[in-house]
């Protein structure tokens, strides 16, 4: 055998005209014309097939549509597709009456809503899908095929209803108009009678799941309709379910999600006892072992190399999947469900510990702070803008997160999955969707840690003792520093948590060092994300709070005061610059040691001089804040006054 040449990357000759060459002009010419030639082919391919799912042949139509299913997966083509009426081209094919053609076309449009952004998905229903895909999905209301196991996987009739209701789900997701149209067409009860195909047809109920946890958030309309006598039922049995696979660990924390979104219209004397149930569920969840089963899997894994299309389950219509031992596929779709499961359950024990009219308390102070009045001069005694009370869990919420002992499940997957497992995962391709779906699951885990420990009193979460521990196990995940934002959002925000919460019971950590303080500043520095700044000047400030009043700190508060003075005078984001002034003020309010610092990195000189930038910026600024203005206006007039009291000592 031959061997090739390693073809060698050369810089390009000194051009002593300083005009292109006759050979480098060409050669873009080429290149334009070769890239030209594409687009060009890949048109005509497009029409070509949106052309044939006009035939009268059956068997074109139906070539037509899977072509086109794949051809949907490439970017440039989907948006020639679009721009030529594709849906509206496939869309009455789902009532056509031969059954191979409604399953070819539903696939397609399927894949359409998955490959695409959020706008595809508003494109598609601006198109008008959704009036044959209500007509597909009203002509099952009456029941549906029977068949059952590896069966209904075959049967056109289940996999075109499983394609369309995995059709509306994505819709529902990107579409407030589709939930609207879900809505006003019933399309509750249709999802419903899927969702109990769970003990036949796990994926159907699956979907159908997803689809009625997508639709019941923030939706009244649905919301009554699931409480109703005949629905109540269908999901209370989806809960209790005794299925032993993930996919049914999956069926029942969906439901569980279900019924959370729509707690707030059960009848009020089963609400306890819903809570409660769901709470178990979710703890059910989380106790799953799912590193384990991981750990089974890579060394068939590594001896199976594969590919994943990343698109769920496979169809006809997908990418294709290199064939697996149906053991392992079987077992990595279990995991892969477990993971999504433990996602969810996270994800419901977060909004758990959120209060009901938070968003509208934001809004209200918003409207309220956003007059021309608060534009006016400093020196102008003006009342300040309230902040939120305190959050706080109902007693339900409360007993049962206590008696369950979520907290502690919860902090158990903030930990870092193994290492070694995590680089046998992203060596291999099946593996790297593992690899995500575990470090989702820890950035859920780290933000449900985050919101219980803001509103759990400190005796429920355990004492100072168990405070100092939780911070000692996050303060370990720094090293070495996590990479990704949506894991250094969460870890931050978990963080900034437990600090304040120690700060307000005036426990200072006995383990912090100026060590730990250049670590937590890395995670903010350089970052784009305002939150991550925000969370790192947050920790800083209760740090720095409880380092105030305390003997031998003067060092370590000296760090404090330099970063968070630093971030106020030089961050671009007047939402970053508020909360860093917020942590000066919780930092230097109060103390001698304070005092002394405060006179040594010449605070209140630095803070002086950022009272005109900040009224500029806020002039300029005020329009583009959002929810973010009241802490803006308070930071601002709150800095008048620390200048006046700090001078005034």
């Known amino acids: 055998m031959g061997k090739t040449k390693p073809k060698r990357h050369r810089s390009k000759k000194q051009r002593p005209t300083g005009l292109p060459s006759v050979q480098e002009t060409e050669a873009e010419e080429n290149e334009f014309a070769a890239a030209a030639g594409t687009d060009t082919a890949m048109e005509s391919q497009s029409l070509t097939l949106l052309e044939k799912l006009q035939s009268s042949s059956d068997e074109e139509k139906v070539c037509a549509c899977t072509s086109l299913a794949n051809l949907l997966l490439e970017s440039a083509a989907r948006e ?3 721009q030529n009426g594709v849906v509206k081209s496939l869309g009455p094919l789902l009532l056509d009456s031969r059954l191979v053609i409604r399953e070819a076309a539903t696939g397609a449009l399927r894949n ?6 959020q706008d595809v998905c508003e494109k598609m229903v601006s198109d008008d899908v959704m009036t044959p895909l209500t007509a597909l999905l009203d002509q099952y209301s009456n029941g549906i095929p029977s068949s059952l196991g590896s069966k209904a996987k075959r049967d056109p009739a289940l996999t075109t209803l499983l394609q369309a209701l995995h059709l509306l789900w994505n819709l529902c997701e990107s ?4 939930v609207n149209i879900f809505n006003q067409h019933s399309l509750v009860n249709i999802t419903l009678l899927c969702l109990q195909a769970h003990t036949a047809f796990i994926d159907l109920a699956l979907t159908a799941a997803h689809c009625l946890q997508t639709v019941s958030e923030d939706n009244p309309g649905t919301a009554v309709e699931l409480t109703k006598p005949t629905a109540l ?3 209370e049995s989806a809960l209790m379910s005794q299925g032993e696979s993930m996919q049914n660990l999956l069926i029942r924390a969906l439901a569980a999600s279900i019924l959370y979104n729509i707690k707030g219209h059960l009848p009020a004397v089963s609400q306890n006892q819903t809570i409660q149930a769901i709470v178990k569920v979710l703890c059910h969840t989380l106790d799953t072992d799912v590193l384990s089963a991981i750990s089974k899997l890579i060394p068939e894994m590594t001896q199976n190399g ?5 698109l769920g389950a496979a169809t006809e219509h997908e990418l294709p999947d290199v064939e697996l031992p149906k053991t392992l596929s079987d077992n990595l779709a279990e995991v892969e469900a477990a993971l999504t499961a433990q996602q969810v359950a996270l994800e419901v024990a977060s909004n758990m510990c959120c209060t009901e009219d938070e968003d509208d308390d934001w809004e209200d102070m918003a409207s309220s702070s956003s007059s021309s ?9 003006m009342e300040e803008v309230p902040f939120l009370s305190p959050l706080c869990l109902s007693d339900e919420i409360h007993g049962a997160l206590v008696s369950h002992n979520l907290p502690d499940k919860v902090l158990a997957k903030c930990a870092f999955p193994d290492r070694t497992m995590l680089q046998a995962l992203v060596s291999n391709d099946r593996g790297k969707a593992l690899f995500k779906g575990l470090l989702r699951v820890q950035s859920r885990a780290l933000l449900c840690l985050q919101n219980m420990i803001a509103v759990m009193d400190l005796k429920s979460l355990g004492g100072p003792e168990a405070l100092t521990l939780v911070l000692d ?12 934002a949506e894991l250094v959002e969460s870890l931050t925000s978990a963080l900034r948590s437990v600090l ?3 700060a307000a019971c005036k426990h200072a950590p006995h383990a912090m060092s100026e060590q730990h303080l250049t670590k937590l500043c890395a995670l903010g520095q350089g970052s784009p994300s305002e939150q991550i700044r925000v969370n790192v000047v947050g920790m800083l400030g209760s740090i720095g709070s409880m380092l105030a009043t305390k003997a031998e700190s003067e060092q370590l508060l000296t760090a404090v005061g330099t970063q968070l003075t630093t971030v106020a005078m030089k961050d671009n984001s007047l939402w970053v610059t508020a909360e860093a002034l917020d942590a000066i003020f919780d930092s230097f309010g109060d103390g001698e040691v304070a005092d002394a610092v405060a006179v040594k990195i010449g605070l209140v000189s630095k803070l002086k001089q950022i009272v005109p930038q900040l009224k500029s910026r806020l002039r300029q600024g005020k329009n583009t804040l959002g929810e973010h203005l009241p802490v803006v206006i308070n930071a601002r007039h709150n800095l008048m006054r620390f200048i006046k009291y700090k001078d005034s000592q």
């Open 306 to 310: 594969q590919v994943t299309n990343g």
């Open 80 to 82: 020639v597709l679009l």
């Open 175 to 178: 579409s407030g108009t589709a």
């Open 473 to 484: 196990k996050l303060l370990a995940l720094m090293d070495p520093a996590p990479a990704g």
């Open 373 to 381: 009045d608060d534009l006016q001069d400093d020196s102008t005694d």
């Open 112 to 117: 359409l809503s998955v490959c695409g952004e």
């Open 500 to 502: 304040q919460k120690m």
């Open 233 to 235: 039922p269908v999901l």
